[in-house]
């Protein structure tokens, strides 16, 4: 069974940095893209950030674009999210997600119960 | 940043038929399709089609996925109270190299 766990989130003031984690077990953690996605209580859902299964292609929406940075380790079944520069806008509920391919496809196949990050001064 | 449109809600009745839809332009729904979510309130999204329809092992087969044109459907029959929640297309978007959600329908079932 495919299991995501999140971690990371928290209370930050603007301007700071936080670094989500997700650790991913269940399934061939280096066959498939990942991804995360975020949520405002309420709202609609908001692609963040997405990776190849090799870490060799990243793409970001322009909303985090030059100010998130998404990596993985594959040797640890792990996803990460580097944000910097955090705005009021930027809180969320953060998801981790599990493409169906190689590459993001948008399949969003498995989702974990999310990590909540709050930007307030 | 191109977008997908969807109704912002949908209602029908208790055994009845929902038809949800997922407009977007050529580069995007035209020449890739759309996946499907669904969400209940307070958990997390459930996958139920990928962008070429296939339907994952779990969903119902009252569930169905299609494609005509620049408008991606997803098809409910037999409407049960546990369908009422909200449904997101999305779909990745080459030209952009982004992934794209839509707005999300929220199903009602009378």
């Known amino acids: 069974e495919v299991h995501l766990v999140e971690s990371g989130g928290g209370l930050v003031q603007p301007g700071t940095s936080l670094r989500l984690s997700c650790a991913a077990s269940?399934?061939?953690?280096?066959?498939?893209?990942m991804h995360w996605v975020r949520q405002v209580p309420g709202r609609g859902l908001e692609w963040v950030s997405g990776?190849?299964?090799?870490?060799?292609?990243?793409n970001y929406a322009d909303s985090v674009k030059g100010r998130f940075t998404i990596s993985r380790d594959n040797a640890r079944n792990s996803l990460y999210l580097q944000m910097q520069n955090l705005r009021t806008e930027d809180t969320a509920l953060y998801y981790c997600v599990k493409d169906s391919y190689e590459y993001s496809s948008s399949n969003f196949e498995n989702w974990g119960q999310g990590t909540l990050v709050s930007v307030s001064s | 940043q191109a977008g997908l449109s969807q109704p912002p809600s949908v209602s029908a009745g208790l055994g009845q038929t929902a038809t949800l839809t997922c407009t977007g332009n050529?580069?995007?729904?035209?020449?890739?399709?759309a996946a499907w979510l669904q969400q209940h309130q307070g958990h997390p999204p459930t996958f139920l089609f990928s962008?070429?329809?296939r339907r994952p092992s779990g969903i119902s087969e009252r569930f169905s996925a299609s494609r005509s044109g620049n408008i991606a459907s997803l098809t409910i029959t037999g409407l049960q109270t546990e369908d009422e929640a909200d449904y997101y297309c999305?779909?990745?978007?080459?030209?952009?190299?982004?992934?794209?959600f839509g707005g999300g329908t929220k199903l009602t079932v009378l």
């Open positions: 962008r070429n329809n």
């Open positions: 050529s580069n995007i729904v035209g020449s890739g399709g």
């Open positions: 999305s779909t990745w978007d080459s030209s952009l190299s982004t992934v794209v």
């Open positions: 269940g399934f061939t953690f280096d066959d498939y893209a």
């Open positions: 990776i190849s299964w090799n870490n060799g292609v990243s």
